[in-house]
């Protein structure tokens, strides 16, 4: 990934520009690209800085208010659904939050995820059993217990002492 070019840069293609040469003369003459400068020059008029702006990072701005109410939901049923739990912020807290944001959030909060084993039963006709048997046959692993997708994925409490 690029980093910024320096600000000692920045300020001279300011300079070049604001002495009355075009965006295109500015990038030519300091070998950068047109873009470069003209997204300079905005965020010049915009800010009054030539300075970055802040690179990347996922926020967790939505849920880092309650995550104490996350961590007694976790603590309170020690196995939880990234589903069960996005319904339960929505309806104590009135928060709409995707389970995948909710699971992003707590890896970094230092939470570990692992499957549920065995899988939850499922309903099978016998002829469905024998084709799925013969699917396995070294394994020996019943239908179901195949690391279906469908499993819900639980939370593992692993990190009661993580400070915020």
Known sequence: MPHPLSNDLRERVVAYIEAG???H???A????SVSFAVN????WRDTGSVDPRP???FQHGKLKPHHDFILEIITARGDNTMPELA???RAAKGL????SALSKFLISCGFSFKNVWPAPLQVIC???HEQSASTYPVSGIEPGQDGDTRAPVLIKLSALRAVF
């Open 40 to 43: 300079l020059m905005k965020l």
């Open 96 to 99: 709409e939050v995707m389970a």
């Open 87 to 89: 319904k339960e912020l």
């Open 21 to 23: 040469h075009s965006r």
């Open 29 to 32: 003459h300091f070998d950068t």
């Open 55 to 57: 690179r990347g990072g």
């Open 126 to 128: 016998q002829e469905c």
């Open 25 to 27: 003369e500015a990038a």
